[in-house]
């Protein structure tokens, strides 16, 4: 503790203005209804008013609330809510008093706003923020939940910021609670009745990971020699917690006894740790510490069987019992018995609103008096009583032991000194760090007013912390303020200091606040009143909680302590008698960030923010450069001096700043600023005093005449006494001897590191357009610092950059110099393809490199530059580098590598933008880039934009500044919660009329369909159809022989044959307007009207079924209103916010409406968003026992969880099917249609599976005989039909493959259905279970092959789906014999047919000869046979194009449709000829679904309107949904033809429908809804990106090679329904209208299928001069059309004022507006018009805004140069050489790869050949100059310096002394080319260089030039 501390004496800074502070809850509570709590305790029983004392609970309660009014706390913190952390600049608050907290944030304006408020039941004991760390299912990954945590007295209230809320209750009294890194660590609250049995104590620190984990004992190891015996409970009651910390995980504790801190580590407990722990407290064995070891097995495992009462010192059943995970939404779980201490409504459910809780009338005063004295009777029923031994203990039911959750590890401890009286426990403790990075734990001693900061370093693996030493500072009160790495401290006189570490900064002046301690100037003394010493017992207590809880929320209850103090110190305030009245500064609280609170003695506060470091960027990149490559010692003391000179009071504006900083840097290398001209002059805003700039500090105080030739020659006294000034003219540069430097200067013996440092900075600053400005601040510095380290060739270097700032030359050194590393230079050695060494680079500044290294990739065209090959390019810089230190690794890089990738440049570039885009690189980072050294990237960017890659990110796209991709890029980052519609920003159509609203179809997205069908309106067409919610016309004309009452019959019959049509309109509404619709939470869904009834014209009169004249069937609308809600349900998005509640909100009131909100339930299993509804409505709705609300459930479930295998779906499927139960089990009265249903559901939950017993019951379902009493017996049809599918589906495609089901003979016993034969025994429980034969039906031991064959069939058919297993096909043959044809039915050939063809896949073609092929000889005679077998044929071939729209199978089966309807018109067996018409027409609609061809939509209207004779109540549903198949979703779904959706289809289009709308007797027609399922959306929709409206867009789709043909690609105009995406090779969008795209599904399809899936919107980006294809359709409008051919004429054609039809960039718009236009000024400059309308077109018709302003940053260079008035640096030369070197490479690759470059006009070489001719006029002009330079020789006047060194630039001549000593004595020409090739001088640069060249006496020919 002997430490030093450096003290930077006599200073002082400012602090910032003072702000009164008031906690922002105050004010909040004072509005808030205290008075609440006890109007609702006034409604309680009286029984539970009074407790059981006596007390009244209303009195208690009154004196509660006035105790809460003065027990208030607040702590705050940084706000990290919103933005990224670090950009966020406000405070949080969180405020608690009485049982209010306040959650209140700050915003970047300053006001406070609440943000969550909570009232809780009893009285706040402590509120604190916690972070608890929640795993997550899948991954071992945690995530962080934020909460606010709420300690009551017997319980904690945790509420998260997401808005969930839970009570945990506590088995203990806490004292204190403390948050850290794992969650809520608490500190039991210590008294004398809770010690257990002999040599035992019970933990103290308990840990909760999460409010619904239990809470834990922490297990503590101690640092000593027993290894075996240091792993222990933590449970010594006087270990005191003082403070806890997140990061890192430590904890401070502190020993009542020893009076000593220890700092421990806190981390999650090992496997070992927790096995020793609990094996010691089985144990109990004295530790060699003689500490107790722990628990013993009575307090950790049989408390919890016991019945606690209130006063219970460790309740273990809240501890042990899962049931004390009391959550707010579960009340039931809570029990009283389990947590008698917490009030029975503590646990329910939490008020919505966070600011109001409901509360616990339980009287809280009575559970404090019983927790604060506990009674004595509960000692004999819960603990051993002190006669009890250990082993009558253990006779005790046992339970699990408690695991430990947390261990802390002893880091360090305070050594145990002589003065225990003396030491006390901190008041505050807190983590600080320096600005050299060192780490320090203080902690804040009040008895001896000392701060005792302690040094930690973490070690190698960062898990455990090394505390190194400690230093005492003398303090009153310290706080640490986090963002400038300082804290400030409070001496005992009441003035305030600041420190970074453990170094002393300086005073802090208060504005507005004058110190006490203004003239103080010896330290005070460490003594203490006596007073202070004193500690009573009626004060220890609450003093030492207060104290406590300091460091997590200081109270502001001011104390006495303060007072003694400033008694003593009375003298110091005599000479001021005026502040006797200013309060003085007692404590210090509230840091954040930079900001602190001063409480003062007179109870106020104030804020105040201690200023930054550095406010300029330039002055924070020196320091973070400067300081991180020197000893951390040095650095403190630099950093220390300027920061008092910077916040000096009174100090400087901040644009002085960088000024103010080059004179203490120097002044600290040594450097006497005053006698340095060119820092003389710097302007400064104010006068320095010499205490600011002062020299080091002589030890001896005497003064010399130096110190008066210094303040002499201050600028001081110049400005005091102007008339001193010296008359002699200021000299430009000058060296100044090493002598006249202070060599005991702190920096002085780091100058030629801190000047290499500067240079690379220097270097950084070139390479940025925004810094470079500053580049010419820095120069001075620099060129002083190689002027004084004789290093010429960097002061040439520097004179060259700025030839205006710097003149004149020294003379040459003879020392030998380093190359001096220069980064343009690199950059240009890199585009003549020349070996350079690596470019040195600082990690600290490291924002160049992604600059550099991009050179390296692309322009050498090094792929592994930005991995395995950095080294080659790049050198890191460590700490302690010299200037003569340079690193020069050469690497072979020959001229021939360099431009040697034409192949491989495309990927180059891609590689370059990926790369530079995961450096964080972005179009704002290459905007400040320098043209020159931009242009590469750029070209690379270009190249990249017109080939992008489809699945680039969001990030990429956005720097190779392609719109469309990015918003693409952008929607596919964003949440799956977006709607379909969501990326067209279109609103469906508000209908004109109210009854248009209510047909249900009024959210299919107009504009898509405009696109798409834009010549008619077929849409509307199919609306008009589609509608049910308005009456039907009834046309029937009254003959005269009819009476009134037989018309009225009449004319109702016909409405019923009209009403056989409209109950069938929903099954093809719900395919049309399939996913349409994104419901509104906060809204019902609407469902349309099925309207019934009629009017009959001409008088509209109404026409209804109701009236009693005809009969109607009952329960005729049973299964059309289930339908209607399906199909309403249909229309909700997968993609839409549906949540449990919501689905039970639309549940309707009236019972009538039940069967369409069944179909609504199986609407959202359709679509996916059943899985959301709870389990609880899930039963509630079964057992309603309402048959359709089952049907539907059961289906929507299976649908949604297909092939998922859920075993809770599957359980639920079970009860309802007799087979899956046991077969002891109670027999269920379940209706046969929810059999039917949930056999189905099976079938769905188990597709693809294989899963054998699922199979074997449903094989045995198939053939279910009837059984007794009519079970059974009726509707076996659909039910065997539904096992078929079922077990079809369970072993889709399975083929022969069917693993471990060999036994079942699955095949064999599917044709034994088939054909019929004698049943086979029944095994195991299905024997048991049909051994009663049916009374009823007597079919005896042969199957009924009526019921069974269709199930078989299909089901044969699906196991084999798509195999080509030809031996099972031939099963399949339609008989061939007339005696054979007897036994089967016309119905079963189609079953077959479609069978056999569905196996046979893929021999199924497209045209009528395969259809005529299936028609066996025989068969083609027999007309009912033929139909049917057709029919069958027509199906498969339906489903084997399905959404293909393959024009040959459109046609056949067309003209195979015209072939029936003209049989149909001619012949009898209309029933037969109508089912296959049907069949017929659904497999059309199913090949051309989502195309809504004209020709079927003409089909299904004909159909449509055929209402008479035997069309019924199934074909019209069959038409209907053949219409909706051809326009489902709109347009924007078709088919698949995967085995899942086949299977599917064969469930909807089973090919009998229902006679009429009651009829299941065959087939359910729920089924119906299944083709859904088969549902894919393919539609591709263009969208403008700028207009975001959807557009056409050429499209060119690559199908892949299969055996069928050759890889094709064909054209398509978007919007366009894709064809299945396995087939397609490629998809691209086609220029020239629009900017291409390529998305190859070769690699993958997953990118286009999550466009499809979404809503298919690709966005596509308009080239400018193009109209889109809706207004150009030929493209002849174009503006660029005219000039294709030539490309002069365009740039003479082209007139800026029609920009904005080219393109919408904004900035080439305000160009062509503002420097295009012949204006008064511009008039006589006409060339620059012309001259800027040819930039301008160029950046149009090459779609490249961004190079406009390279263009303009190359004219002005070159113009400038021109007219003689050139910049006074030379860094736009530097720029144009960089570029016409690019140019110079792309021509020596040759004409072929000009394009690559993108300046391919005439504009380059025309100013390179301007800028040419300029440096040749000077050359011939003063070619003496130029001989002087290369001679060393002194130069003429500046003006002429400056277009030399623009010479030296442009002509890539090396520094002088190299170049003279090269080319000195050349002897020939091929010599010269030599040497000057060695020096890097190009060829047409030498040749403007030989006149001037020092030659050899001989002579060079320069005819040869």
Not at 5 to 21: C, D, H, K, P, R
């Amino acid at each position: 503790m002997s430490e030093v501390v450096y003290e930077e004496t006599a200073t002082m800074i400012a602090a910032g203005e003072l702000q009164s502070f008031v906690p922002f809850g105050r004010e909040h509570c004072r509005n808030h209804p205290n008075a609440f709590n006890l109007q609702l305790r006034e409604l309680q029983p009286a029984s539970e008013l009074w407790s059981s004392d006596g007390a009244a609970g209303l009195v208690g309660s009154l004196q509660e609330v006035s105790l809460q009014e003065r027990e208030r706390c607040w702590q705050l913190r940084k706000g990290c809510k919103g933005v990224r952390e670090e950009e966020v600049e406000f405070e949080e608050e969180l405020y608690a008093a009485g049982t209010v907290v306040v959650w209140s944030q700050g915003s970047r304006t300053g006001a406070s706003a609440v943000y969550k408020a909570f009232t809780v039941d009893g009285p706040v004991q402590q509120a604190l923020w916690c972070n608890f760390a929640v795993p997550h299912n899948k991954k071992d990954e945690e995530e962080v939940e934020q909460t606010v945590c709420i300690v009551q007295s017997s319980c904690i209230n945790v509420h998260t910021v997401t808005g969930k809320d839970f009570i945990a209750p506590l088995p203990f009294q806490v004292s204190n609670v403390w948050a850290t890194k794992f969650g809520l660590l608490l500190e039991r609250k210590n008294t004398d009745a809770q010690l257990g049995p002999p040599g035992e104590s019970l933990p103290t620190v308990f840990s909760m990971l999460h409010p619904l984990d239990e809470i834990a004992p922490v297990v503590c190891k101690l640092a000593g020699l027993f290894e075996g015996s240091c792993v222990q409970y933590a449970s010594d009651a006087t270990m005191k917690m003082v403070f806890s910390c997140s990061q890192p995980s430590v904890v401070v504790s502190y020993d009542t006894v020893q009076g000593t801190h220890s700092v421990w580590a806190l981390r999650r407990v090992t496997p070992d740790e927790r096995s020793t722990v609990l094996r010691c407290s089985a144990e109990p064995v004295g530790t060699p510490l003689g500490l107790a070891p722990g628990l013993l097995p009575s307090h950790l495992r049989n408390i919890s069987r016991l019945d606690s009462g209130a006063g219970s010192p460790l309740h273990y059943g809240a501890l042990h019992s899962h049931q004390s995970r009391v959550m707010t939404s579960s009340p039931g779980l809570h029990s009283r018995l389990h947590s008698p201490s917490i009030s029975n409504m503590a646990a329910l459910s939490r008020a919505h609103s966070p600011g109001m809780a409901a509360p616990s009338f339980s009287g809280a005063s009575r559970f404090n008096t019983s927790l604060q004295s506990p009674a004595p009777r509960l000692h004999h029923g819960l603990l051993p009583s002190p006669n009890s031994t250990i082993n009558e203990t253990v006779l005790a039911p046992e339970a699990e032991p408690i695991m430990p959750d947390l261990c802390m590890e002893q880091l360090w401890s305070e050594a145990a000194g002589g003065h225990r009286e003396m030491s006390s426990q901190a008041s505050k403790v807190f983590l600080t760090s320096d600005l050299c990075e060192n780490h320090y734990l203080c902690f804040l001693v009040e008895s001896h007013q000392q701060l005792r900061c302690v040094k930690f370093i973490e070690s190698n693996n960062t898990s455990q912390l090394i505390f190194t030493s400690i230093t005492t500072v003398s303090a009153k009160d310290a706080e640490p303020l986090q963002s400038i790495n300082a804290m400030l401290v409070l001496e005992a006189c009441g003035s305030l200091v600041l420190y970074t570490g453990v170094t002393r900064v300086s005073k802090v002046f208060v504005p507005g606040l004058l110190s006490p301690s203004f003239n103080l100037t010896s330290h005070p003394s460490h003594r203490s009143t006596p007073a202070e010493k004193v500690s009573t017992p009626a004060n220890a207590g609450s003093r030492h909680l207060q104290r406590l809880d300091e460091a997590v929320m200081p109270s502001p209850v001011t104390e006495a302590r303060g007072l003694n103090i400033k008694q003593q110190e009375g003298s110091f305030l005599e000479d001021f008698t005026f502040q006797q009245a200013t309060p003085s500064i007692h404590a210090l609280r509230d840091p954040v960030c930079s900001r602190l609170t001063l409480e003062l003695s007179s109870g106020s506060m104030l804020r105040v923010s201690i200023p930054e470091i550095a406010t300029s960027e330039l002055g924070e990149l020196f320091l973070l450069v400067s300081f991180s490559h020197r000893p951390s010692g040095r650095s403190s003391q630099v950093l220390v001096k300027w920061y008092n000179i910077y916040n000096a009071p009174g100090g400087p504006s901040p644009h002085a700043e960088w000024n103010l900083f080059v004179t203490c840097f120097m002044t600290l290398m040594g450097y006497n600023t005053e006698r340095l001209a060119w820092t003389r002059n710097l302007h400064f805003e104010v006068p320095l005093s010499p205490v600011i700039a002062a020299k080091k500090a002589r030890p001896s105080d005497g003064g010399t005449e130096e110190d008066l030739d210094y303040l002499l020659g201050s600028h001081y006294h110049r400005q005091m006494n102007p008339q001193s000034l010296s008359s002699e003219n200021p000299v430009t540069t000058e060296t100044v001897s090493p002598s006249s430097m202070d060599t005991a200067a702190p920096l002085f013996p780091h100058v030629p590191a801190l000047f290499y440092v500067l240079h690379l900075v220097y270097e950084e600053l070139q390479l940025d357009e925004l810094q470079r400005a500053r580049a010419s601040s820095l120069v001075c510095l620099l060129q002083q610092l190689a002027r004084d380290l004789q290093l010429d060739q960097y002061v040439d270097l520097y004179w060259r950059d700025y030839p205006s700032l710097i003149s004149g030359f020294p003379e040459t050194s003879a020392m030998d110099q380093a190359e001096s590393p220069m980064v343009l230079s690199w950059l240009s050695g890199c585009l003549r393809g020349e070996e350079s060494p690596p470019f040195p680079c600082l990690p600290a500044i490291w924002s160049a490199a992604p600059r550099l290294l991009s050179y390296a990739l692309y322009i050498v065209g090094d792929e592994n530059a930005t991995s395995t090959e950095v080294s080659k390019y790049l050198t890191k810089l460590s700490a302690g580098v010299c200037v003569c230190v340079c690193v020069c690794v050469s690497f072979p890089l020959t001229h021939e590598s360099s431009f040697d990738f034409e192949s491989s440049s495309e990927s180059l570039a891609e590689q370059l933008v990926v790369w530079l885009t995961s450096e964080g690189f972005t179009l704002k980072d290459l905007d400040s880039v320098p043209f020159g050294v931009a242009l590469p990237i750029r070209e690379a960017i270009y190249r990249c934009r017109e080939q992008p890659c489809s699945d680039w990110s969001e990030e990429v796209c956005l720097l190779i500044g392609r719109q469309d991709l990015t918003k693409q890029a952008h929607k596919m980052t964003l949440a799956k919660s977006k709607s379909v519609g969501s990326g067209l920003s279109l609103e469906p159509p508000a209908a004109s009329e109210a009854d248009e609203e209510e047909d249900g179809m009024s959210d299919i997205i107009q504009e898509v369909t405009g696109l798409i069908w834009s010549q008619d309106l077929r849409v509307q067409e199919v609306r008009r159809l589609l509608q049910s919610s308005r009456p039907v016309r009834v046309s029937v004309v009254q003959l005269p022989e009819v009476s009134d009452h037989e018309y009225i019959e009449e004319k109702e019959n016909k409405l019923l044959q009209l009403c056989q049509r409209t109950m069938s309109l929903p099954v093809g509404r719900g395919l049309f307007t399939l996913f349409s619709y994104q419901p509104v939470p906060t809204e019902p869904l609407p469902v349309p009207k099925l309207n019934l009834t009629g009017r009959a014209p001409p008088r509209n009169t109404m026409v209804d079924l109701n009236s009693g004249n005809i009969d109607v069937p009952p329960n005729m609308t049973s299964w059309p209103s289930f339908h209607n809600g399906v199909a309403a349900g249909l229309k909700i998005a997968p993609a839409s916010q549906v949540d449990s509640a919501w689905i039970a909100y639309n549940k309707p009131k009236s019972p009538e409406l039940a069967n369409e909100y069944a179909g609504f339930l199986m609407a959202l299993g359709l679509n996916g968003h059943l899985t959301k509804l709870a389990t609880l409505n899930i039963h509630d709705y079964l057992t309603k026992g309402h048959e359709m609300t089952s049907i539907g459930l059961l289906l929507g479930v299976s649908s949604a969880k297909l092939g998922t295998m859920d075993m809770s779906i599957t359980r639920l499927l079970s009860i309802h099917i007799p087979a899956l139960l046991p077969p002891t089990s109670t027999e269920l009265d379940v209706p046969h249609n929810v059999q039917v249903a949930a056999v189905i559901g099976i079938g769905l939950v188990y597709q693809g599976t294989g899963h054998r017993h699922n199979a074997e019951v449903l094989l045995s379902e198939i053939g279910r005989p009837p059984g007794p009493e009519m079970e059974y017996c009726t509707d076996r049809e659909s039910y065997s039909l539904a096992a078929g599918l079922a077990l079809g589906m369970v072993c889709l495609g399975h083929g022969s493959n069917l693993i471990g089901m060999t036994d079942l003979n699955v095949p064999e016993q599917l044709y034994q259905y088939m054909v019929g034969g004698h049943r086979r025994a029944q095994a195991g429980a299905s024997r048991e279970r049909h051994k009663s034969p049916s009374y009823q039906i007597k079919e005896g031991d042969t199957i009924n092959v009526d019921v069974t064959c269709p199930g078989a069939t299909l089901a044969l058919a699906m196991i084999y789906l798509k195999t080509n297993n030809r031996s099972i096909a031939d099963w399949l043959k339609p008989p061939d014999t007339w005696f054979l044809l007897d036994f089967i039915k016309p119905e079963f050939l189609l079953l077959r047919t479609l069978a056999r063809c569905i196996i046979m896949w893929d021999e199924i073609l497209p045209n009528t000869e395969w259809v005529k092929m299936v028609l066996t000889p025989f068969l083609v005679s027999l007309r009912q046979a033929q139909d049917y077998i057709t029919a069958g044929a027509c199906m498969a071939l339906g489903l084997r194009f399905a959404g293909s729209a393959n024009s040959d199978a459109f046609d056949c089966l067309y003209e195979l449709a015209r072939t029936f309807m003209k049989i149909i018109s001619t012949e009898t067996g209309y029933y037969n000829l109508q089912t296959g018409l049907s069949m017929v027409l659904l497999a059309i609609a199913m090949v051309m679904s989502g195309t809504g061809n004209l020709k079927v939509l003409q089909l299904c209207r004909f159909f449509h309107r055929r209402t008479g004779g035997e069309m019924n109540y199934g074909f019209h549903m069959a038409h209907h949904m053949a219409l909706g198949l051809l326009f489902l979703g709109g347009g924007r779904y078709t088919l698949s033809t995967s085995d899942s959706a086949i299977a599917a289809l064969l469930c909807a289009l089973y090919p009998h429908f229902p006679a009429h709308s009651t009829d299941n007797r065959y087939h359910l027609q729920a089924l119906r809804h299944l083709a859904v399922l088969a549902a894919e959306p393919r539609l591709l929709v263009p969208v403008d990106v700028d207009s975001l409206k959807p557009c056409y867009a050429l499209l060119e789709v690559t199908y892949q090679e299969t055996k069928w043909y050759k890889e094709t690609t064909v054209e398509l105009m978007a919007p366009t329904m894709l064809p299945e995406l396995h087939l397609l090779k490629r998809v691209k969008v086609k220029g020239p209208r629009y900017w291409e795209l390529c998305v190859d599904l070769s690699r993958e399809t997953h990118h286009l299928q999550s466009i499809l899936s979404r809503d298919g919107v690709l966005y596509v980006k308009l080239r400018a001069g193009q109209l889109p294809y809706k207004d150009d359709p030929q493209g002849w409008k174009s503006l660029l059309a005219s000039s294709v051919n030539q490309r002069a004429s365009g740039v003479r054609a082209f007139k800026p004022e029609a920009i904005s039809t080219f393109t919408s960039e904004p900035a080439l718009v305000s160009f062509a507006q503002f420097f295009c236009k012949t204006s008064e000024e511009l008039q006589q400059r006409d060339d620059t018009l012309v001259l800027f309308s040819a930039m301008l077109y160029e950046c149009v018709t090459q779609e490249c805004p961004e190079m406009l302003p390279t263009y303009i940053a190359i004219e002005q260079a070159v113009g400038a140069l021109r007219r003689g008035a050139a910049p006074p640096h030379t860094f736009p030369l530097w720029q144009m050489r960089l570029v016409v070197e690019l140019w110079d490479g792309r021509v020596r690759r040759g004409a072929a790869n000009r394009h690559d470059a993108l300046l391919t006009s005439e504009f380059l070489p025309v100013m390179k050949n301007m800028v040419d001719v300029a440096l040749d006029r000077w050359l011939a002009d003063n070619s003496s100059v130029l001989r002087s330079y290369m001679r060393g020789e002194a130069l003429p006047k500046a003006a002429r310096s400056v277009m030399l060194a623009s010479f030296l630039v442009y002509r890539s001549i090396p520094s002088l002394r190299t170049t003279r000593t090269t080319l000195e004595g050349c002897s020939s020409l091929g010599d010269l080319l030599c040497r000057s090739a060695r020096l890097g001088i190009p060829l047409r640069d030498l040749l403007r260089l030989v006149p001037v060249l020092p030659c050899s006496p001989s002579g060079l020919p320069l005819q040869a030039f």
